[in-house]
């Protein structure tokens, strides 16, 4: 969400109130935040949410960041950043899809990141290195290609990756 590496936000509804986290650290213990008494180890986690922080999540210039950027979501609307990346890409998935590639239904994904799988038959090593000298920076997840819209990124940009993309199929 606009933060930096590694921070991120979750809605856990009641559902997952006494779930077991994936991390088992000590800040994640009840009374963990009481310093002077770290040595008193507690096995119960901290109630609700608070279970499923990461450890060491008191990074306090990483606070300081995520309170700008989560500003700056809200004055740009999170809706109009989706439609925005909608606007800039919807050419490009109808044209993926026509040519063969897999890209998840409008009504199912965002519209500011998701995946196109790639048809088999693209030799992924040639496409990454087409793609470098064209100055294109994507991330590869085995067969699937992921593409993150940010609001600097234009029709153009998507037009020049699909050409790319394009002439691999």
């Known amino acids: 969400m606009f933060g930096?590496?590694?921070c991120g936000y979750a809605?856990?509804?009641?559902?997952?109130?006494?779930?077991?986290?994936?991390e088992e650290n000590w800040s994640n213990r009840l009374g963990s935040e009481n310093m002077s008494k770290l040595t008193f180890y507690q096995p119960k986690?901290?109630?609700?949410?608070?279970?499923y922080s990461v450890g060491e999540h008191a990074s306090f210039i990483h606070i300081?960041?995520?309170?700008?950027?989560?500003?700056?979501v809200i004055d740009w609307?999170?809706?109009?950043?989706q439609e925005y990346c909608k606007e800039i890409t919807q050419d490009v998935v109808l044209k993926?899809?026509?040519?063969?590639?897999?890209?998840e239904d409008d009504a199912f994904r965002t519209h500011h990141l998701f995946g196109v799988e790639l048809p088999e038959k693209v030799n992924i090593e040639k496409l990454k290195t087409a793609l470098k000298e064209?100055?294109?920076?994507?991330?590869?997840?085995?067969?699937y290609i992921r593409l993150s819209c940010h609001l600097y990124n234009t029709k153009e940009d998507f037009k020049k990756l699909t050409d790319c993309i394009l002439s691999f199929l």
Request: net charge positive; hydrophobic share 35%.
């Open 134 to 143: 064209a100055n294109i920076y994507i991330s590869f997840r085995g067969n």
């Open 11 to 22: 809605y856990f509804g009641n559902y997952f109130d006494d779930g077991v986290p994936l």
């Open 4 to 6: 930096p590496y590694g």
């Open 45 to 51: 986690y901290k109630p609700l949410a608070n279970r």
């Open 64 to 72: 300081k960041m995520q309170i700008i950027a989560l500003k700056q």
């Open 96 to 103: 993926l899809k026509e040519m063969g590639c897999f890209i």
């Open 77 to 81: 609307k999170p809706n109009s950043i």
